[in-house]
């Protein structure tokens, strides 16, 4: 089984940068479609990043896109969520993502799901 472990959340004001982190194991990440999710108060979960298939190109949701990166250490089995510009809404649960097949459609079903981490931000 894949476990997923999301890290560094917190409480932030408006414009500042966070970085999240997400541990995978069971699998090593090559393995994986990787993504990150939120979910706001009161709303659906969202997309919010992933990779797509088995290298590094990337896709972004309009709401993120040019202020949040996504990135990987294959080396730590780590992916990470680089989020700059933080905005109040913003503020949601973010959670780790993972396709069992790393070819599957980003905006598809994801299979494992870490605890996930809040972040809120002030403004």
Same mark, same amino acid.
């Given at each position: 089984?894949?476990?997923?472990?999301?890290?560094?959340?917190?409480?932030?004001?408006?414009?500042?940068?966070?970085?999240?982190?997400?541990?995978? *194991?069971?699998?090593?990440? /090559? #393995?994986?479609?990787?993504?990150?999710?939120?979910? $706001?108060?009161?709303?659906? !979960?969202?997309?919010?990043?992933?990779?797509?298939?088995?290298?590094?190109?990337?896709?972004?949701?309009?709401?993120?896109?040019?202020?949040?990166?996504?990135?990987?250490?294959?080396?730590?089995?780590?992916?990470?969520?680089?989020?700059? *510009?933080?905005?109040?809404? /913003? #503020?949601?649960?973010?959670?780790?993502?993972?396709? $069992?097949?790393?070819?599957? !459609?980003?905006?598809?079903?994801?299979?494992?799901?870490?605890?996930?981490?809040?972040?809120?931000?002030?403004?």
């Amino acid at each position: 089984q894949v476990q997923l472990v999301e890290s560094g959340g917190g409480s932030v004001q408006a414009g500042v940068s966070l970085r999240l982190s997400c541990a995978a *194991s069971g699998r090593t990440l /090559d #393995t994986l479609g990787m993504g990150w999710f939120r979910q $706001a108060p009161g709303k659906e !979960r969202e997309f919010v990043a992933a990779f797509i298939g088995s290298g590094s190109g990337t896709e972004y949701a309009d709401s993120v896109k040019g202020r949040f990166t996504i990135s990987r250490d294959n080396a730590r089995n780590t992916v990470y969520l680089q989020m700059n *510009s933080l905005k109040s809404e /913003d #503020t949601a649960v973010y959670y780790c993502s993972a396709r $069992a097949y790393v070819g599957a !459609r980003v905006r598809g079903e994801y299979d494992y799901w870490g605890q996930g981490t809040q972040v809120t931000v002030s403004s």
